[in-house]
């Protein structure tokens, strides 16, 4: 099954398995083939296992001579990855491998996300239980679905197939830091039921399309202040409205909430006499644009194509004045900074999809904040919002903060191994981003956790890419942690 682009690196365990987890696809909802491959590996080595209704999957391995009767500790992952590619990639995530390729020191997939985010966690675990020289107490493999997407395999996990009550998390992209509080989120909506009317008349059929952004992880890089498209599209279009007539016919922008869109795309229809003002227009919008984001996406455009065939359908207009009004009005980007940990992004929210589906407009954000009142009040803007404007507004997917413990055990373990190993000590951490721990919090109760991991970067875009040595040292700290705990 494995690929043969990996072959070379160091450490062998580790990039084997996560080569061969490239080749299956495993993007969140479609986790059936991955959740197979973790079963089968475990009765291929005689290993305890579970596989529950979510697909979530625990292996279960027994410590090693000396360390039989130590506590057991879970190593923790999800095995789904965030399915985002180029527009000119041709890729199909529901059946392709993951085309791997090595630039220096780093990892990346060709022309789409390479899930290293959390693929990597995987693979150190299955190397772990994998390993006949390792020492190490009792280990329980924690693996879970649709992180991406909710943490829908963590919210459907039944605790009482675990044991362990101390937790070491491998899904942060920093190495070095070690991550001991992460906020909570949700995922909001706002639904616009659409008015379609027949297009009569002589109209010219345009695209305005918002290309050339970054993106990235709407709570790892919203502070980077990086464009969103979605709002960038209700700003040009605000503005463009007071300057010509013109209906829209189709919009849409991102693919997922947790991720910062980067495109965006409007069809509109216009009159023959207003094609130019339109161009003129977008060159404005053009040159505030680069100057606006000249720092964080130097390579920002709006592009403008004539289209051969005019739709049959448009928005009415008051649906059309409602579209824009709710791109321009829906919050996006940092909401508050802590005052607690200089530089930590407190709240946000991030308009990350738009789309059309079943007659009705939607605008999905990913809302996080590391206090529950703040992350309330963003909701309530947004509820607000839809409702004066006649949309209906909904949340799903609510999970809860992971509060710092002063008095960890497991990060005084991770403290003294770093220095033992470096001379120095490691960075602690919070982040403002969501990771399972807060879950686990809520449904095990007294659970000791930390959340490490190898440098990743530009998670969630095709961008996305993973250091090798990086692997190497995070994988060698792992092996010095677990021989510490007895």
Known sequence: MSGNVLKDLKPYEVFKFFEEMCQIPRGSGNEKGIS?????????????????????????????????????????????????????????FEKD????????DMIYATGTTLGADNGIAVAMSLAVLDSNNLQHPPIEV???????????????????????????????????????????GLRARTSLNIAWENVQGNFVPVAVRIRGLKGGHSGMEIHKQR?????LLGRFLLDLMSAVSFDICDISGGAKSNAIPR???????????DEAIVKEKIQEWNNTFKNEFKVSDPDVNIEFELLSSVPSKKFSNDTKEKTIKLLTLIPSGVQTMSMEIAGLVQSSTNLGVVAIENNQLNFDSAVRSSVKSLKVDIVNQSRVISETLGAEFSTEADYPDWQYDANSNIRKVFEKVYKDM?????????????????????????IDMISFGPNLYDVHTPDEHMSISSVERSWDYLVNVLKEIK
Do not use: W
């Open 97 to 104: 491998p993951l085309q791997l390729r090595i630039d220096g």
């Open 227 to 231: 464009g969103n498209s979605n709002k």
């Open 263 to 273: 495109e965006a795309d409007v069809t509109l229809l216009i009159n023959a006499a």
């Open 422 to 446: 470096y001379g120095t000590n490691p960075e602690i951490v919070a982040i403002h981003a969501g990771v399972e721990c807060g879950l686990f919090k809520e449904k095990f109760g007294e």
């Open 36 to 92: 197979d491959y973790l079963v089968n590996f475990a009765k291929a080595r005689n290993l305890e296992v579970i596989q529950d209704e979510a697909l979530n999957v625990i292996i279960k391995k027994p410590g090693t001579a000396g360390y039989e009767n130590a506590a057991p500790i879970i190593l923790q992952g999800h095995m789904d990855m965030v399915c985002e590619k180029n527009t000119s990639t041709v890729h199909d």
């Open 142 to 184: 924690l693996v879970t679905t649709e992180e991406e997407t909710g943490m829908g395999g963590a919210v459907a996990l039944n605790p009482e197939h675990i044991n362990a009550r101390t937790l070491i998390n491998i899904d942060s992209e920093e190495e070095g830091k070690l991550l001991v509080s992460c906020s909570g």
